[in-house]
Nanobody
């Protein structure tokens, strides 16, 4: 049974930081590219950041570049999203996802497995 379990969400003021974690089980984690997506109320789910199997390649949504950092620990089957300088527009439910493809992709439909999501709320 595949499980992706996110944690670390919460409420912070603008300018604050949060670190999201996603623990994976039931898959050979090091064979999967991992991504973070978010969905705000009334909006479509959007790609935030992705990381390749080895961690050697990353990709980011333009609006989070320089503020967010994705990383992974294959020994712990965990992917992280460090979020700094948070803005109210970062408020959303954040999801981690796993993609078996060798390509680092940004389309949500390309990902094979999803977590249940964790809420991030940034107040001004």
């Amino acid at each position: 049974q595949v499980q992706l379990v996110e944690s670390g969400g919460g409420s912070v003021q603008a300018g604050g930081s949060l670190r999201l974690s996603c623990a994976a089980s039931g898959i050979p984690f090091s064979f999967y590219n991992m991504g973070w997506f978010r969905q705000a109320p009334g909006k479509e789910r959007e790609f935030v950041a992705g990381i390749s199997r080895s961690g050697g390649r990353t990709s980011y949504l333009d609006s989070v570049k320089g503020r967010f950092t994705i990383s992974r620990d294959n020994a712990k089957n965990t992917v992280y999203l460090q979020m700094n300088s948070l803005k109210p527009e970062d408020t959303a439910v954040y999801y981690c996802a796993a993609d078996r493809s060798s390509l680092l992709r940004i389309e949500a439909g390309s990902y094979d497995y999803w977590g249940q999501g964790t809420q991030v709320t940034v107040s001004s």
